[in-house]
T-cell receptor
Framework: DTGVSQNPRHKITKRGQNVTFRCDPISEHNRLYWYRQTLGQGPEFLTYFQNEAQLEKSRLLSDRFSAERPKGSFSTLEIQRTEQGDSAMYLC??????????????FGEGSWLTVV | RKEVEQDPGPFNVPEGATVAFNCTYSNSASQSFFWYRQDCRKEPKLLMSVYSSGNEDGRFTAQLNRASQYISLLIRDSKLSDSATYLCVVNEATDSWGKLQFGAGTQVVVTP
């Protein structure tokens, strides 16, 4: 499968624990994005990388959230001291630059987080 | 106020019928527009781009009205497999490719 891969697909954690999600983008894509989607809402932009540089962060990304892409390939999204409000699907997407977004961005299947 | 607003539905549509729905966006400087489809607990997938002159893709027709800042989607000859949530998506930035603004989605349920 050469699509965007996310792991784990599902995670149940107790409030206050830390969780980490991994995203492996499509290999030739140098842009990588994280979105969050809660029930009944559309995805909300969190952050994006071009290669290893984190170029933009949403104000939704509180200081408990950190994303990295150390070698410009896979990325991790860590949530520290999880809260029940963090329960959501975390979507990773990738694209290459030089073309309009929206029709050249590919989403992974998402990582579902449930905080109990 | 949300930047992209949609009627959540559900729109209950008999098989073979036509259904249409809109979304509105708040940023008049928005650059590009799309409809995505999302099945239950799945990732969003691009359905079609929306061009200023309007465009069709098979049974799907999209329209953009920049003056009134709304986008529409029409589905003709609805199939059971069209049941999904349709997300209106706007790209506001010229340099932040991929920073998309999603509406909350319009649910369509096609019934036999």
């Amino acid at each position: 499968d050469t699509g965007v891969s996310q792991n784990p697909r599902h995670k149940i954690t107790k409030r206050g624990q830390n969780v980490t999600f991994r995203c492996d983008p499509i290999s030739e894509h140098n842009r990588l994005y994280w979105y969050r989607q809660t029930l009944g809402q559309g995805p909300e932009f969190l952050t994006y990388f071009q290669n290893e540089a984190q170029l933009e962060k949403s104000r939704l990304l509180s200081d408990r959230f950190s994303a990295e892409r150390p070698k410009g390939s896979f990325s991790t999204l860590e949530i520290q001291r999880t809260e029940q409000g963090d329960s959501a699907m975390y979507l990773c997407a990738s694209s290459f630059p030089g073309a309009p977004a929206g029709n050249t961005i590919y989403f992974g299947e998402g990582s579902w987080l449930t905080v109990v | 106020r949300k930047e992209v607003e949609q009627d959540p539905g559900p729109f209950n549509v008999p098989e073979g019928a036509t259904v249409a729905f809109n979304c509105t966006y708040s940023n008049s400087a928005s650059q590009s527009f799309f409809w995505y489809r999302q099945d239950c607990r799945k990732e969003p997938k691009l359905l079609m781009s929306v061009y200023s002159s309007g465009n069709e893709d098979g049974r799907f027709t999209a329209q953009l009205n920049r003056a009134s800042q709304y986008i529409s989607l029409l589905i003709r000859d609805s199939k059971l497999s069209d049941s999904a949530t349709y997300l209106c998506v706007v790209n506001e930035a010229t340099d932040s490719w991929g920073k998309l603004q999603f509406g909350a989605g319009t649910q369509v349920v096609v019934t036999p």
